[in-house]
Structure formats: structure tokens, C-alpha cells
């Protein structure tokens, strides 16, 4: 879900906002999360210990896929969104394609949690065996550096997260939501994503 800092309850982003998500990696890296790019010509990526997503301009050309070579080195796997297929060059491998689905809050409710902890760098371990058991995408050893992450724990376990990962300019994405099996149906994600949006609102 991706959470527009400048739109609150009620309002409706306008289209010309909403197509900085058409290329969310590439808006991100060069934008409010610069500090996590690695770039070559066009091509931009964050660390692999932070994201798999690489990125290029919308429509990208032959140049731009140089460029990306250049950067990642060959034998390297990326995630590359907001291009068509057609245009990855033949000296490329595709492992595999699909689309996404981006929610878009125009009103979600939000509320802080008092239940809720802030995760940091203690927490990696944690984190990536939640990741691993629920499968919720990709998530490296500094992905919670991207932005805040929430968690819910229980007798001392860490058993629902939900944080910031992709921020394009105007927008934060609200990612890594998942529950340990044995908690599921007790409503911990819905309480941490709208935890995680009161914070990114509060923050303006």
C-alpha cells in the first residue's frame, strides 16, 4: 500500500501524483532514498543488503540496459518494475514476470498502537525468520532502514510486523505486512498498517 504524505482522509491524489508509482523503484532512488543509491549512467539500484529493486527510466533503451550491466555485474538477479518485457535486451535472462497490485490510501484509517514496538538493527534476525515463515516479499538484512517498522510480540517473540519500504517522492509504500501463522485472525496486520500510516502521516 503506498500512502500519499500530502492527502488526507476524504481527498484523492490527483493523476499526475499517481504516475510517480508507474516507476516506484526509479521515483525512490532518485529522489527521497539517494542515499541508498548505487548508480551507473541511468541505471540505479539499492545495496542488495538493503532491496533487490534495480531501476532505469521508464522505457528504457539499449544504453540504459548497458548501463545497468555495468552496475550490477554479470550473474547478478534484480528486480526491475515499471519497464515492458520486451524491451530487456537479449543478453538478458528473464526469471520471471508478473504484476503487482498497488493500494492506493485515499482514506485509510489510522491509529497508533499501543501494543506496537518500534524494530530496529536488534531485530534483523527476528524479522527475516518472520519474513522466511510467511513469505510476504523480498526483505534483506537492512531493509528497516528504508523507513519505520512496527512490530507485535507475544510471551517475547516477535509474531506481526509491517513497515516503510519504497518512497517515491509524495508517497511512502507500507510493505512487509505478515503474521506468524499461529497468531493469524486476531487483526495484528490491519492494527500495524494502520500504525505504520499514522506515523507517515504525523511525519506530514
Not at 2 to 24: C, K, M
Not at 58 to 80: K, N, Q
Not at 118 to 144: N, Q, S
Not at 152 to 158: K, P, S, T
Request: glycine share 12%; with cysteine.
Amino acid at each position: 500500500m503506498t500512502i500519499p504524505s500530502d492527502v488526507r482522509p476524504g481527498a484523492t491524489a490527483d493523476a499526475a501524483a499517481e504516475r510517480v508509482l508507474d516507476n516506484a523503484p526509479y521515483a525512490s532512488l532518485s529522489g527521497p532514498h539517494h542515499r541508498f543509491a548505487e548508480r551507473h549512467g541511468t541505471a540505479l539500484r539499492y545495496h542488495p543488503d538493503v532491496s533487490v529493486f534495480a531501476a532505469l527510466p521508464s522505457a528504457a533503451g539499449p544504453a540504459d540496459w548497458a548501463d545497468m550491466a555495468a552496475l550490477v555485474g554479470p550473474g547478478a538477479t534484480i528486480a526491475v518494475s515499471g519497464q515492458d518485457v520486451s524491451s530487456v535486451p537479449d543478453t538478458w535472462g528473464v526469471l520471471e514476470t508478473g504484476q503487482g497490485v498497488q493500494l492506493v490510501d485515499d482514506g485509510l484509517v489510522t491509529a497508533p498502537d499501543e501494543e506496537a514496538v518500534r524494530l530496529g538493527a536488534a531485530d534483523v534476525d527476528e524479522m527475516l525468520a518472520l519474513v522466511a515463515l510467511t513469505k510476504p516479499g523480498p526483505f534483506a538484512v537492512r531493509t528497516v532502514e528504508l523507513g519505520t517498522y512496527l512490530g507485535i510480540r507475544r510471551g517475547g517473540a516477535l509474531v506481526a510486523m509491517a513497515g516503510e519500504r519504497l518512497h517515491p517522492p509524495g508517497w511512502t509504500e507500507i510493505s512487509a505486512v505478515c503474521t506468524h501463522p499461529d497468531h493469524r485472525g486476531q487483526g495484528l496486520a490491519t492494527r500495524l498498517v494502520r500504525a505504520v500510516g499514522h506515523g507517515i502521516r504525523e511525519r506530514g
